[in-house]
């Protein structure tokens, strides 16, 4: 068999006409930013994600960064963030001017350990930065506890984890302000480059739609110094016709990796997804471990079986973040994550088969080591 890491052939497939109307109501509009699409979707992402307002940005990214701005976060500020995540966690934290302060994961769920916030709080914190990574909530109850304890504001990245609660509560609707990304990979993704705001404070949606547009809600007229940092028009309208679907394909991706829990079950030398009590996922990535990692890798590739690294290298160990002065052993729970962990295919439309295959290829690697 030949199993890509990732295929949009079926979730295309699904909103293909959809997606083409889609596209004729737009051309025709002769509305292309800002128009009804854009305000059709904040509306259609906010009842998802059960909160007051959902405001469009460009990507992800710059919706962490205007988020942390809105919130008054900048120069000689900190910001805890967790020690194993995409780099754009921490990106957000520098581009407004403060401090990302890492701290290590838990080993078995991969997201932030609260247990371990505290003693990197100092005068000069001011927000917590969870991160639901690779589709698993974030033990949440516990994160806002300590906020609340010490004054500290939260701003959820909820860019793997769309859909996903911590005791019946969904992801993104915690923090005054939470960020997403609708990159074309993630569990809703867009055509292209795409991304949201979420808070049920009418204020700072007001501040975050004013930031968004060159600090402009009036034509010519600017309150604040903004950016350009609006969601596409047409991406808007494409997500709005996906979200449609992504209850079922939740769903999907939820059977998949029960398959794979099945087909992996006691392999020795191999370490599977575990959730936290109280937390659920959405399988925005199937992620295994394994100290053999690079050889297994090797291994699937030979069996025509793609696989991802997320991620090799953790933060504090990137050449972009040497001016912090981190040095290898600092975060040793976050660099044994980047050295042994591998994403497995998943994807909607993967068949039981398919996931079998891969299974076996696993097992065999480890039944030959």
């Given at each position: 068999?030949?199993?890509?890491?990732?295929?949009?052939?079926?979730?295309?497939?699904?909103?293909?006409?959809?997606?083409?109307?889609?596209?004729?109501?737009?051309?025709?509009?002769?509305?292309?930013?800002?128009?009804?699409m854009t305000r059709q979707f904040e509306?259609?992402?906010?009842?998802?994600?059960?909160?007051?307002?959902?405001?469009?940005?460009?990507?992800?990214?710059?919706?962490?960064?205007?988020?942390?701005?809105?919130?008054?976060?900048?120069?000689?500020?900190?910001?805890?963030?967790?020690?194993?995540?995409?780099?754009?966690?921490?990106?957000?934290?520098?581009?407004?001017?403060?401090?990302?302060?890492?701290?290590?994961?838990?080993?078995?769920?991969?997201?932030?350990?609260?247990?371990?916030?505290?003693?990197?709080?100092?005068?000069?914190?001011?927000?917590?930065?969870?991160?639901?990574?690779?589709?698993?909530?974030?033990?949440?109850?516990?994160?806002?506890?300590?906020?609340?304890?010490?004054?500290?504001?939260?701003?959820?990245?909820?860019?793997?984890?769309?859909?996903?609660?911590?005791?019946?509560?969904?992801?993104?609707?915690?923090?005054?302000?939470?960020?997403?990304?609708?990159?074309?990979?993630?569990?809703?993704?867009?055509?292209?480059?795409?991304?949201?705001?979420?808070?049920?404070?009418?204020?700072?949606?007001?501040?975050?739609?004013?930031?968004?547009?060159?600090?402009?809600?009036?034509?010519?007229?600017?309150?604040?110094?903004?950016?350009?940092?609006?969601?596409?028009?047409?991406?808007?309208?494409?997500?709005?016709?996906?979200?449609?679907?992504?209850?079922?394909?939740?769903?999907?991706?939820?059977?998949?990796?029960?398959?794979?829990?099945?087909?992996?079950?006691?392999?020795?030398?191999?370490?599977?997804?575990?959730?936290?009590?109280?937390?659920?996922?959405?399988?925005?990535?199937?992620?295994i471990r394994t100290k053999s990692r690079?050889?297994?890798?090797?291994?699937?590739?030979?069996?025509?079986?793609?696989?991802?690294?997320?991620?090799?290298?953790?933060?504090?160990?990137?050449?972009?973040?040497?001016?912090?002065?981190?040095?290898?052993?600092?975060?040793?729970?976050?660099?044994?994550?980047?050295?042994?962990?591998?994403?497995?295919?998943?994807?909607?439309?993967?068949?039981?088969?398919?996931?079998?295959?891969?299974?076996?290829?696993?097992?065999s690697f480890f039944s030959q080591s």
């Amino acid at each position: 068999m030949n199993i890509p890491f990732l295929s949009f052939d079926a979730t295309n497939d699904a909103f293909r006409e959809e997606a083409f109307a889609t596209f004729g109501r737009f051309f025709e509009s002769k509305w292309y930013v800002l128009g009804e699409m854009t305000r059709q979707f904040e509306a259609d992402y906010a009842s998802f994600n059960r909160v007051k307002n959902a405001v469009g940005i460009s990507n992800g990214l710059d919706a962490l960064q205007i988020a942390l701005r809105i919130l008054d976060i900048g120069s000689g500020d900190e910001v805890i963030v967790p020690s194993n995540t995409y780099i754009a966690s921490a990106l957000a934290v520098s581009y407004v001017g403060a401090t990302p302060i890492f701290v290590e994961p838990d080993i078995h769920t991969y997201n932030i350990d609260p247990q371990k916030i505290e003693a990197a709080i100092s005068p000069q914190t001011k927000a917590i930065m969870p991160v639901h990574l690779y589709g698993q909530a974030c033990v949440m109850d516990e994160i806002m506890a300590i906020a609340k304890k010490h004054g500290l504001k939260i701003v959820e990245d909820n860019a793997q984890a769309h859909g996903a609660e911590f005791k019946g509560v969904i992801t993104g609707s915690f923090g005054q302000l939470n960020a997403t990304s609708f990159y074309p990979s993630k569990n809703l993704g867009a055509l292209g480059e795409a991304g949201a705001i979420t808070t049920n404070d009418d204020e700072l949606a007001y501040k975050v739609r004013v930031m968004r547009n060159y600090g402009s809600q009036q034509r010519y007229y600017n309150e604040v110094k903004g950016f350009n940092a609006r969601i596409d028009e047409l991406q808007a309208g494409l997500l709005s016709v996906k979200l449609k679907h992504l209850e079922h394909w939740t769903a999907e991706r939820r059977r998949i990796a029960s398959w794979y829990m099945e087909e992996l079950a006691n392999c020795p030398n191999l370490v599977l997804p575990k959730i936290a009590g109280g937390a659920t996922h959405v399988y925005h990535l199937f992620v295994i471990r394994t100290k053999s990692r690079d050889a297994l890798q090797q291994h699937l590739q030979s069996e025509g079986i793609g696989t991802v690294i997320h991620y090799p290298v953790p933060p504090h160990l990137q050449e972009a973040y040497a001016d912090l002065g981190h040095k290898k052993g600092d975060f040793p729970i976050a660099e044994e994550i980047a050295e042994t962990i591998l994403s497995l295919p998943l994807y909607i439309g993967m068949s039981r088969e398919q996931v079998a295959y891969v299974g076996r290829s696993v097992r065999s690697f480890f039944s030959q080591s």
